[in-house]
Each structure stands twice: as structure tokens, then as C-alpha cells.
């Protein structure tokens, strides 16, 4: 089992910045690709940054050049710069982990961005 816990999810103006992290606990050895998603209010999830064990990254068109996804993988940790913030940028983000035995899924962590 892989546990995940997210963190720095916050109420940010526009053109603002803010940094969540997801941290990996119990079998994190196995864990390859990990991700944030988010979901928009009234919305389906959507992908919006990904990245391999080595560091290979792919992002949601709509969070290019923006958002920066970064993992450490000796503390098991993924993070999410998230700068020149949109109100449409608002939505509960969630990571997840791809382990052994299938992805695994945070809570969630609360950004909104007020215009």
C-alpha cells in the first residue's frame, strides 16, 4: 500500500504563485510515475503535470509554461509550482502515484484563485 498526503493548497490572487507537495509513505519503493490532477468545481478531473522516476515530464496544455512539476526521490516527495495563478486554475488537487499494484490517490488539497 502507498499512502499520499498533500499539502499547500491555499486561496492565491491572480498572477500569484503557490507550491503544493505530495509526500509517499509505506511501499513508496515501488511507486514510478506520479502525478497531479486536479478537478474543477462542477467539473470532471483532468490531468494537469506527470513525471517518471527519472524525471521525464509531460503538462496539460493549459498549465504550460506556468506550472513546474519536481519530484525528489529520496523523500518520497512531488511538488507542484503552480505561478502566474487563473481564476480558472481553481480546483481540489490531488496526487497520485502509479505503484505495483495500481495508482494510488491522495485527498486532495484545496487551491482557489480569486480574481
Known amino acids: 500500500q502507498v499512502q499520499l498526503v498533500e499539502s499547500g493548497g491555499d486561496l492565491a490572487q491572480a498572477g500569484g504563485s503557490l507550491r503544493l507537495s505530495c509526500v509517499a509513505s509505506?511501499?513508496?519503493?515501488?511507486?514510478?510515475?506520479m502525478g497531479w490532477y486536479r478537478q474543477p468545481p462542477g467539473k470532471q478531473r483532468e490531468l494537469v503535470a506527470r513525471?517518471?522516476?527519472?524525471?521525464?515530464?509531460n503538462y496539460a496544455d493549459s498549465v504550460k509554461g506556468r506550472f513546474a512539476i519536481s519530484r525528489d526521490n529520496a523523500k518520497n516527495t512531488v511538488y507542484l509550482q503552480m505561478n502566474s495563478l487563473k481564476p480558472e486554475d481553481t480546483a481540489v488537487y490531488s496526487c497520485?502515484?502509479?505503484?505495483?499494484?495500481?495508482?494510488?490517490w491522495g485527498q486532495g488539497t484545496q487551491v482557489t484563485v480569486s480574481s
Open positions: 513525471i517518471t522516476r527519472g524525471g521525464a515530464t
Open positions: 509505506g511501499s513508496s519503493f515501488s511507486i514510478s510515475t
Open positions: 497520485a502515484a502509479d505503484g505495483q499494484r495500481g495508482t494510488y
